[in-house]
């Protein structure tokens, strides 16, 4: 796909999410904290197959199919596409990787980059406190309809802010680490899956996970944009 090409298909792609702030809980440690949300761009659907396979030329995903979500991606490859999409685009990349494979976040950066787990919820319930944007079977594929797998993009529902298949279909990684003190180096993951049952699919469902190891065949990603 050459640059003009993929210009367009991210202009299609990427939508305005207004500044705003939103309220987070981890009811692990019964906490709940509010966060200032600026103005920022976030894709209309997760990242499809045809997209991934045009920046890094591979398509790991177990359910083949170019309008399908990738998945088993790890976070690790998820920040590699971010990275290789942005410096195809001619775009300061969001994350600095050092021969130790430490990241650094450049908060400035006008690169693509996962969304932090704040925005996603934001983003997800698009002006509301509903744990879901509308009647789950409008929204989302979970295990009740999904036939045991995942399904192409945008065939759902959108939100409010015309934002597909933020519940169900694949998990999303978050740019965020989930607790570094218990957890370590885990980022956070957030959606809900098509494997996942009804009580999976909120949008305040916190999960998480290693990652550099951890990619299975409901859990993909979604990028974003700073403005």
């Not at 202009?11 to 987070?24: E, K, N, Q, W, Y």
């Not at 290789?84 to 908060?107: F, G, H, R, W």
């Not at 690169?111 to 879901?132: D, I, N, V």
Request: proline content about 4%; glycine content about 6%; overall charge negative.
């Amino acid at each position: 796909m050459n640059k003009s090409a993929l210009q367009n298909l991210l202009d299609t792609l990427m939508l305005p999410i207004p500044a705003g702030s939103i309220v987070l809980r981890d009811d692990r440690i019964q906490k709940k904290w509010e966060v200032e949300i600026n103005a920022f761009r976030l894709a209309k659907t997760a990242v499809s197959q045809e997209l991934y396979q045009a920046i890094l030329g591979e398509n790991p995903a177990q359910f083949v199919d170019l309008q399908r979500p990738v998945e088993n991606v790890s976070w690790w490859e998820a920040i590699l596409f971010c990275n290789a999409l942005s410096t195809q685009m001619e775009l300061s990349p969001c994350y600095i990787i050092d021969e130790n494979k430490m990241v650094t976040y450049q908060a400035k950066a006008k690169g693509y980059r996962l969304a932090s787990e704040a925005e996603w919820q934001y983003a997800c319930q698009a002006g509301s406190t509903e744990l879901r944007y509308g009647p789950i079977d409008d929204i989302a594929w979970y295990k009740e309809n999904s036939q045991g797998q995942s399904q192409p993009l945008g065939l759902k529902e959108p939100n409010a802010w015309g934002l597909y298949d933020m519940l169900g279909n694949v998990w999303e990684w978050c740019s965020d680490l989930y607790d570094e003190e218990v957890y370590g180096s885990y980022r956070i993951i957030r959606g809900g899956g098509w494997c996942d049952p009804e009580r999976g699919i909120l949008a305040t469902n916190r999960r998480r996970s290693h990652p550099h190891s951890f990619k299975i065949d409901d859990l993909g990603f979604r990028i974003a944009q700073s403005l």
